[in-house]
């Protein structure tokens, strides 16, 4: 199910964390998704168990998450998809976009984790928070912000419409 405000154009999907916003940049036409994927912890909980099916068994869920948002999507318009995959880039969501055209703009310019959680063992950190574009745009920068107060740090990513002859 999904709602549809006539004054501002956005969409939002009532099923999950899912915005589509309708025209954006002055009538430019890009739609911005902002996700939550589910993490990768299985049923039984945040414990070591629940971790660990929970690498075997959500990945195939996140999968279908994606599949859910991009079908609500209008083709032939600019798309980002943005926010907590609770993935890393060789994970499915990323590698089906990347075949699907899309481009992840972090990796372009940072290696940086976007994750931390501190534990017994130190401190743990990966990357599960992308910013990826469509084809008809470029990333003229990206970096993680060491901010906030959360386990998930802010990622910030400039994009540009691509011009033609553009090789990015």
Same mark, same amino acid.
Request: hydrophobic fraction near 40%.
């Given at each position: 199910?999904?709602?549809?405000?006539?004054?501002?154009?956005? &969409?939002?999907?009532?099923?999950?964390?899912?915005?589509?916003?309708?025209? =954006?940049? !002055?009538?430019?036409?890009?739609?911005?998704?902002?996700?939550? @994927?589910?993490?990768?912890?299985?049923?039984?909980?945040?414990? %070591?168990?629940?971790?660990?099916?929970?690498? $075997?068994?959500?990945?195939?869920?996140?999968? #279908?998450?994606?599949? +859910? /948002?991009? !079908?609500?999507?209008?083709?032939? $318009?600019?798309?980002? $998809?943005?926010? #907590? =995959?609770?993935?890393?880039?060789?994970?499915?969501?990323?590698?089906? @976009?990347?075949?699907?055209?899309?481009?992840?703009?972090?990796?372009? =310019?940072? +290696?940086?984790?976007?994750?931390?959680?501190?534990?017994?063992?130190?401190?743990?950190?990966?990357?599960?928070?992308?910013?990826? /574009?469509?084809?008809?745009?470029?990333?003229?920068? +990206?970096?993680?912000?060491?901010?906030? &107060?959360?386990?998930?740090?802010? %990622?910030?990513?400039?994009?540009?419409?691509?011009?033609?002859?553009?090789?990015?």
């Amino acid at each position: 199910m999904s709602f549809k405000s006539s004054e501002t154009g956005c &969409r939002l999907l009532a099923n999950a964390a899912l915005l589509v916003l309708t025209p =954006f940049c !002055s009538g430019s036409g890009a739609e911005v998704l902002n996700v939550h @994927l589910r993490p990768q912890i299985g049923d039984s909980g945040p414990n %070591v168990g629940g971790v660990m099916s929970g690498m $075997i068994t959500t990945p195939p869920i996140r999968r #279908d998450e994606i599949d +859910a /948002y991009l !079908s609500v999507l209008e083709p032939g $318009i600019a798309t980002i $998809i943005a926010g #907590d =995959f609770n993935e890393s880039e060789t994970g499915g969501v990323v590698s089906r @976009l990347r075949g699907d055209g899309y481009r992840s703009a972090l990796p372009e =310019f940072s +290696a940086e984790d976007t994750w931390r959680w501190n534990s017994r063992l130190g401190t743990i950190s990966r990357r599960f928070d992308h910013i990826v /574009y469509g084809a008809e745009l470029v990333a003229l920068s +990206a970096r993680v912000l060491q901010a906030g &107060r959360s386990d998930h740090l802010p %990622v910030v990513a400039v994009l540009g419409r691509k011009v033609a002859g553009h090789r990015r």
